[in-house]
């Protein structure tokens, strides 16, 4: 089973379910002509999707189009179903930073012919994530900031006061429905600026907090 570090605490959670937010930043709504949902919109990765600091991201020879989406994640440190919003991020044991890759041509197939995409989302090696620090460090979640270099050049930047859904009202409403568990990530949303990764990039991804000072990173390459 795959697992995280929390920062500080050397303390590693096996991962339960991957939960990603889809359209959390209206801009990037924009940008791949969806409207900008009503309520949190979520789908599944499965942890064998992960990979850590220093891996190598895997191109599926099916896809000719896999895009990068930097997205601060969570890491859920206590067990939790229909939480009230004001206690969610109680629930919460540390922030970091990952990227939601995504084969774009198969999804998009996949969505022409009203199936299931779950295989351009969570095939091995979509899922690489920094460790986590500690929530009660940092703050304001609503505060950060998410950057993502490739080979240098800055691609994607923006603000986590910019989500459509705020954590708390994410974790608030999926636990409604599914149980938080101890070792839960949610991946939430990524901001306008997605495109294409080729083998050899490198792709450096940053949680910045609200100074722009670095708070964790994470950097990867393109096998």
């Known amino acids: ?48 999707a992960i ?22 994640t969570v890491l859920i440190g206590e067990k939790g179903s229909h939480i009230h919003r004001s206690a969610a991020l109680k629930h919460v044991a540390g922030y970091g930073i990952g ?38 460090t940092v703050g304001d979640p609503g505060s950060f900031h998410v950057q993502l270099l490739i080979n240098g050049n800055l691609r994607q930047s923006s603000s986590t006061d910019k989500f459509v859904f705020p954590v708390d009202k994410v974790i608030s409403y999926i636990s409604q429905f599914i149980t938080f568990e101890p070792g839960d990530i949610i991946f939430t949303g990524t901001p306008e600026g997605v495109s294409k990764i080729t083998h050899g990039d490198k792709l450096e991804a940053s949680l910045l907090d609200a100074n722009k000072n670095n708070l964790v990173s994470l950097s990867v390459s393109v096998e």
């Open 1 to 48: 089973m795959k697992s995280v570090i929390l920062r500080g605490e050397d303390k590693f959670y096996s991962v339960g379910k991957i939960i990603c937010l889809g359209q959390n930043y209206a801009e990037h709504a924009r940008e791949m002509k969806f409207e900008v949902p009503a309520s949190p919109v979520f789908f599944f990765k499965p942890p064998s």
């Open 51 to 72: 990979i850590h600091n220093g891996g190598q991201i895997v191109l599926p020879e099916i896809s000719n189009d896999v895009h990068h989406e930097v997205e601060m």
């Open 99 to 136: 990227l939601d890759l995504t084969m774009r041509d198969i999804q998009l197939e996949a969505k022409k012919k009203g199936l299931p995409w779950s295989l351009a989302k969570g095939f091995d090696t979509s899922a690489p994530v920094s460790e986590f620090i500690p929530a009660e």
